[in-house]
Structures are given as C-alpha cells and as structure tokens.
Nanobody, 124 residues
C-alpha cells in the first residue's frame, strides 16, 4: 500500500486546512490509520487516529476540539480537518496505516505504511 498525503500549505493563525491521504496499490479499508506530525528538531508525534470503520477516533490533547480525523473507505482516503490553527501546529504532517488489529495506535512503531509528508506552516 502506498500513501500520498496532500493539502498542506501556509495559513494564518486561526485559519483552516484539510489534509488528505490517498491510498493506492491495495485497499486501506481494513487498516487502522493515523496522522502524525514532526516539527524541526522534534520527534514525530501522534496527532489523531481512527479505526477501520471510522467509528472510533482518538486525538492528542494539543489538537482535541480543533482537528477532526475521518475516512472514506470507498475512496481509500483519509482526511484531517484542521481548524483554529496555531503557530505551534507548524510541522510536516504524515499519514500512516497499520496492519495491526485495534481501534487506534499512538505509537508510530505500530504503523506499517507511511506517506511522504505534507508541510503545514501557520503564521502568527
């Protein structure tokens, strides 16, 4: 499975962006999927996760109430709607898919496939 993330860009604080992650080379509909981000000089961190059906989601405290993860299995696509963006949200955002069974995983080591990342920059 190959993952292609898109939708990043430059936005002012308080603005919104919607990231997409398209899966190809196989179906991702059975996989737990997640979004991670990595700022310069920092470790990759969990942002949001979703189970195969979309019925269970989980968010990092830093984004809870502002970001929404969703998926469209018919389109093999994962989304991250980001509202009320802050300068501290600036990072490269990665989508990932896990072949492990579960509802979501916060540990990047549990994910099997990774997208190439898309840059999100929030100006103050």
């Amino acid at each position: 499975v190959q993952l292609q993330a898109s939708g990043g860009g430059l936005v002012q604080a308080g603005g919104s962006l919607r990231l997409s992650c398209a899966a190809s080379g196989g179906t991702s509909s059975n996989y737990v999927m997640g979004w991670f981000r990595q700022a310069p000089g920092k470790a990759r961190e969990f942002v949001a996760g979703i189970n195969w059906s979309g019925g269970t989601t989980n968010y990092a405290d830093a984004v809870k109430g502002r970001f929404t993860i969703s998926r469209d299995n018919a389109k093999n696509t994962l989304y991250l709607q980001m509202n009320s963006l802050k300068p501290e949200d600036t990072a490269v955002y990665f989508c990932a898919a896990s072949r492990y069974t579960g509802n979501y995983f916060t540990d990047p080591g549990r994910y099997t496939y990774w997208g190439q990342g898309t840059q999100v920059t929030v100006s103050s």
